[in-house]
């Protein structure tokens, strides 16, 4: 082929970008034709947050841009063909969505808790639960929902789902979707454990957003997935970093007392799991200064670290870091060196807050996810279960750490609850060494998120188990030597 036939070719080949409405007008023609976002992602073969995305403004690219376009189009030739706006619902069983605040319109038409005089599965967990809110029946107790999600009897059934932006509402029974999936690998790979875990984690990232949609039911508040991120959250490079410091310990003793000392290695369970548990943003940031800290807020801040003059017995809280001056830490960071400062412990001045990036925010915005996780791994550690304990581990932590600027995960752009998240899971290993050093023990080591070197009866301080309010041994060893003998050893020579 020549050079003019091969460009005779890439221009027969070449296609035109395909014009999208603007992004409320996608909406618009999917709600007048009574249509969930689920079903327009089912159709599309991606998920319902996609949708979700190219109707708050952002575009599909390639083979699902043509797609997604044949669908708009053809709902707008759909419904200048009628008379008047579709009021029906479609075949498929799915309920008019209401167009201003993009709830489901609950049949009861009510937001009142009402009592159920015969009990009613759980839109979360499938349990009996005996009240409703908004006309689906569920737990009002999170320790209970957890507990009933635990039955691994319960058969699986399809779910139903209907997304405001991350607020998922649920129009069926929820199935167990741990059990259903580690159930279904098995069946797939014909009992090979090593087929079925290797499937499991591969679809890790999709699952994990799929159960934080499904236990975002009944949530208060809509989670904002692409917002807008000062630069500061951004990567300065395609390799490089942004400029949050999330204070990873690593850290080591300076100095032992003489003699023979042994030590163990303990291993925190579930670090980011339980951090999932922490204060996040709901909405996008906002810029402020000054010194004043907001505790209904959670963000990112510009700080001037307190001096830190125990650093011979105890990490620093912000970390092993090199360089002075002011650094932008997360919202656990400053929350720790704040308490850290207080009466209680009194062990630093207070930080220096010079400015801010934050927004309303609430510990529980991940709590029924986290319970999920939380009760399918102590299921699967009490059966010895290793396929959903692999499984549920890959879940937890391809959800945190593809949160950022990751191709991994579309669905939700949060670098901000990485860097939360993981900072959280720092600060709840530095308060155990701080738990440690309070009860008589001898801290030797702390790092990442989940080893902490002791010396002493640890055993009187920390419960021993797998649990994610346990700890385990990873290693004994010995450092130091006997005064006794060394003088033997001495004298022989």
């Not at 999936?181 to 699952?207: C, M, Q, Y």
């Amino acid at each position: 082929m020549t050079d003019f036939e091969a460009i005779d070719t890439l221009l027969a080949g070449a296609k035109q970008q395909i014009a999208l409405p603007p992004a409320q007008e996608r909406r618009a023609l999917r709600e007048k034709l009574n249509l969930s976002r689920t079903q327009v992602a089912q159709a599309l073969g991606v998920s319902p947050s996609t949708v979700g995305g190219w109707e708050s403004g952002r575009d599909p690219s390639g083979e699902v841009r043509e797609k997604y376009a044949y669908f708009l189009q053809g709902a707008q030739a759909k419904l200048e063909a009628r008379a008047e706006d579709v009021s029906d619902v479609l075949s498929d069983g799915a309920a008019a969505e209401d167009g201003t605040t993009g709830t489901v319109a609950a049949d009861s038409g009510s937001d009142e808790v009402q009592s159920l005089t015969t009990p009613q599965p759980c839109v979360l967990c499938g349990g009996p639960a005996h009240h409703q809110v908004a006309g689906f029946p569920q737990h009002l107790d999170a320790a209970e929902c957890g507990t009933a999600a635990a039955s691994p009897a319960r058969a699986a059934k399809p779910v139903q789902v209907r997304p405001v932006g991350r607020r998922m509402q649920t129009a069926s029974e929820t199935s167990d979707p741990i059990g259903a999936a580690v159930a279904s690998a098995l069946a797939t790979h014909e009992g090979d454990v090593e087929a079925a875990i290797a499937a499991l984690v591969k679809r890790a990232i999709p699952d994990a957003m799929a159960l934080l949609d499904a236990t975002r039911t009944g949530g208060r508040y809509d989670i904002v997935a692409h917002p807008w991120m000062p630069d500061i959250l951004r990567k300065q490079s395609a390799r490089g970093s942004d400029q949050i410091w999330e204070a990873r310990p690593k850290w080591a003793r300076p100095e032992l007392p003489p003699g023979a000392h042994e030590v163990t290695a303990l291993d925190i369970n579930g670090a980011y799991l339980s951090a999932l548990k922490t204060h996040l943003p709901i909405g996008q940031l906002e810029h402020s200064t000054g010194f004043d800290h907001d505790r209904r807020r959670a963000g990112v801040h510009l700080i001037t670290p307190p001096a830190w003059e125990h650093d011979d017995v105890l990490p620093n809280p912000v970390g092993a870091r090199d360089e002075p001056g002011p650094l932008w830490v997360t919202e656990p960071t400053l929350r720790l060196l704040l308490r850290l400062s207080g009466p209680k412990y009194g062990l630093c001045d207070p930080p220096e807050i010079h400015e801010s990036f934050t927004s309303g925010a609430t510990e529980n915005l991940l709590e029924k996810f986290r319970i999920v996780l939380k009760d399918a791994r102590d299921r699967a550690i009490a059966q010895d279960d290793e396929v959903t304990l692999e499984y549920v581990k890959a879940m937890y932590a391809k959800f945190v750490s593809t949160l950022g600027e990751s191709n991994y995960n579309r669905e939700i752009y949060r670098t901000d609850w990485m860097h939360l998240i993981r900072s959280q899971a720092f600060a709840n290993l530095w308060m155990k060494a701080y738990k440690a050093y309070d009860e008589g023990l001898m801290v030797v080591r702390a790092m990442g998120t989940d080893e902490l070197h002791v010396i002493g009866d640890w055993r009187a301080v920390f419960p021993e188990g797998r649990g994610v309010s346990e700890v385990k041994v990873k290693d004994t060893y010995s450092v130091g030597t006997d005064p006794e003998t060394a003088a033997a050893g001495e004298a022989g020579d």
